[in-house]
């Protein structure tokens, strides 16, 4: 058995090292390069705005609450816990009446 287990230890080593290596040459910083004029320029451009370029039409609309999700899964759990139950029951009274069936009666204790 521990032979099975240092073989198979080898053949995950030997199978996987080439992509391990591969993968750690990847990691290697690159020098940093300079952004380019129309690069910069976008980044201008996109950090300009600010709280004084404020517009009416950027208000986010009023948070609505889902009412019909949750309705409908009351509605749901309304429908399914009485089966649910039920089915609950029965199997139970099933169960006891066939552990009930094979365990010798009972003695009652003298009153």
Do not use: C
């Amino acid at each position: 058995m521990r032979f099975l287990h240092t073989l198979l230890l080898l053949t995950t080593l030997g199978a996987f090292s080439p992509a391990w290596a591969a993968n750690e040459r990847s990691h290697k910083l690159n020098a940093y390069q300079e952004p380019s004029d129309a690069e910069r320029e976008a980044a201008k451009k996109r950090n300009r705005g600010g709280p004084q370029e404020f517009v009416e039409t950027d208000v986010p609309e009023e948070y609505r609450f889902p009412w019909l999700q949750v309705l409908a899964t009351i509605a749901v759990f309304a429908v399914a816990v009485p089966i649910g139950l039920v089915a609950f029951r029965r199997a139970a009274a099933e169960q006891n009446d066939a552990n009930s069936a094979f365990a010798p009666p009972r003695k009652r204790r003298p009153e």
